[in-house]
């Protein structure tokens, strides 16, 4: 199993561009989350998915688009990227049962100037 | 007042020593309970779990809930260079399922010294 994958590892954006980071799970899990990580504010949920076709607003949604149209994949799309987007995202899978473990992909570092 | 706070930190300590990190939370709907771990440019791990109040121990890893205060911490005994990392808790009013959305503390960053 690879786990929670993510691409690219690193981007850097000039204001006003668009750009998708790809997120992919192998281990068949239905809840899928995005969050993003600054410092000083720890991890804040952008959106979440319970399943193919479903989606949710998280804490911070706003310039943030997502779609689910598999159970594996779960890509975020930055519309129209400003400075302040500039973070730390991180992926993360959970299963429907058992604790509540949420399983993190290895962050996509992104710049935006 | 934010649903989770967390001491700021960062904590340095001496190789050995036991560390107790700490949160507290307003929502008295959390039930569940987590410590996750993240190393530099790593994504989080989960390190500890505990359901409502009470004790839980894993090796050098403690995590203690009291839920009448609204406080959970987790403990490091022996502490080792290994173990500098961030730790974030993290909490849940519902288990896993289709509202399993965690909320996380700030995280607080520790530094073990050999």
């Known amino acids: 199993n690879a786990g929670v994958t993510q691409t690219p590892k690193f981007q850097v954006l000039k204001t006003g561009q668009s750009m998708t980071l790809q997120c992919a799970q192998d281990?068949?899990?239905?809840?899928m989350s995005w969050y993003r990580q600054d410092p000083g504010m720890g991890l804040r949920l952008i959106h979440y998915s319970v399943g193919a076709g479903i989606t949710d607003q998280g804490e911070v949604p706003n310039g943030y688009n997502v779609s689910r149209s598999t159970t594996e994949d779960f890509p975020l799309r930055l519309l129209s990227a400003a400075p302040s987007q500039t973070s730390v995202y991180f992926c993360?899978?959970?299963?429907?049962?058992?604790?509540?473990?949420?399983?993190f992909g290895p962050g996509t570092r992104l710049t935006v100037l | 007042q934010k649903e989770v706070e967390q001491d700021p930190g960062p904590l340095s300590v001496p190789e050995g020593a036991i560390v107790s990190l700490n949160c507290t939370y307003s929502n008295s709907a959390f039930q569940y309970f987590m410590w996750y771990r993240q190393y530099s440019r790593k994504g989080p791990e989960l390190l500890m779990y505990?359901?409502?109040?009470g004790n839980k121990e894993d090796g050098r890893f403690t995590a203690q809930v009291d839920k009448s205060s609204k406080y959970i911490s987790l403990f490091i005994r022996d502490s080792q260079p290994s173990d500098s990392a961030t730790y974030l808790c993290?909490?849940?009013?519902?288990?896993?399922?289709?509202?399993?959305?965690?909320?996380f503390g700030k995280g607080i960053t520790l530094s073990v010294r050999p």
């Open positions: 993360a899978s959970s299963p429907w049962t058992g604790n509540n473990e949420q399983f």
């Open positions: 993290a909490m849940s009013a519902t288990p896993a399922g289709a509202n399993s959305k965690l909320t």
């Open positions: 281990m068949n899990h239905e809840y």
């Open positions: 505990t359901y409502s109040s």
